[in-house]
């Protein structure tokens, strides 16, 4: 998508992008600077001349200290102003991550039962409207990853490759564009980040998706996509759905329609547990 004319990646699709190789809980790490996968967010910057000592005869030499850049990502807020997040902003990200996590394991599924879970939950457990700049993330992600520096075993074809027509679970297309809505063509393409990709018709990729449609994923995703189908504490309750929709634009009555619409068919209508 693009952002005040340049190419930008919302966080959310990044697991996506780079096959799963930088999964949330990797990413958000990262972008918190506490673990050893800093090596993603770090670059040596050309030689400054203060990066240099003089000896007695006159010469020079290179100091052995590094100087770095760390990948920034950057949150839209409501009145299209760009904020950079700092790194400890995410460490509230990685504690949700391994609560997340650690609930999963103490489920006693497997790890491949666990998997397919921890896609759809840790997806909407980074902040929304937040992204990174394209140009930046593909060099600091050829940095960590490129093959002179990195061995995968057992590595095929693609495997350090970005795909930036990623295919997302359906269910996970509004929480990935949540936070985007205000701009002036949020979904360029809900699988395309290239804003080259067009319609037969000549469209930019979800050109024809209404805000009200898009709003309507997304109010799925943020109040569904976590709630437990045998825990009735954990539904929402339609007027929470539809106070939510009135303030993205719907009429009362549409958005008690779109709260409907929404709900799940295992979700039944009905008051929550008392306390």
């Not at 780079?18 to 999964?23: D, F, K, Q, Y």
């Not at 997040?85 to 991550?97: N, Q, T, Y």
């Amino acid at each position: 998508m693009l952002i005040e004319g340049r190419e930008a990646i919302p966080v959310r699709t990044i697991p996506f992008v780079t096959g799963w190789m930088l999964s949330p809980d990797v990413l958000a790490n990262a972008l918190a600077l506490t673990d050893m996968i800093q090596r993603l967010v770090i670059e040596r910057r050309p030689p400054h001349d203060d990066d240099f000592i003089s000896f007695d005869e006159g010469e020079t030499s290179p100091l052995p200290t590094i100087r770095y850049s760390a990948l920034t990502a950057f949150c839209l807020i409501e009145n299209d102003s760009i904020v950079e997040m700092k790194p400890k902003e995410w460490d509230l990200v990685v504690d949700d991550l391994a609560g997340l996590s650690a609930r999963l394991d103490g489920t006693g599924k497997s790890r491949e039962e666990q998997r397919p879970i921890w896609i759809r939950e840790s997806i909407p457990l980074l902040p929304a409207g937040v992204f990174v700049w394209r140009d930046e993330f593909e060099s600091a992600f050829s940095r960590a990853y490129g093959q002179y520096r990195l061995a995968i075993v057992g590595e095929r074809d693609g495997d350090r490759g970005l795909t930036f027509n990623p295919i997302i679970p359906c269910e996970l297309h509004g929480a990935v564009l949540d936070g985007f809505y205000a701009l002036p063509d949020p979904a360029t393409n809900l699988l395309a980040l290239s804003p080259a990709e067009t319609t037969p018709h000549g469209k930019s990729g979800a050109g024809y998706i209404s805000k009200k449609l898009a709003a309507l994923n997304q109010a799925a995703t943020r109040f569904w996509a976590n709630a437990d189908p045998s825990d009735k504490s954990t539904h929402p309750d339609n007027n929470e759905v539809s106070n939510w929709l009135i303030k993205r634009g719907y009429s009362e009555t549409l958005a008690q329609k779109g709260a409907s619409i929404v709900r799940p068919d295992w979700a039944s209508v009905g008051r929550k547990p008392e306390e």
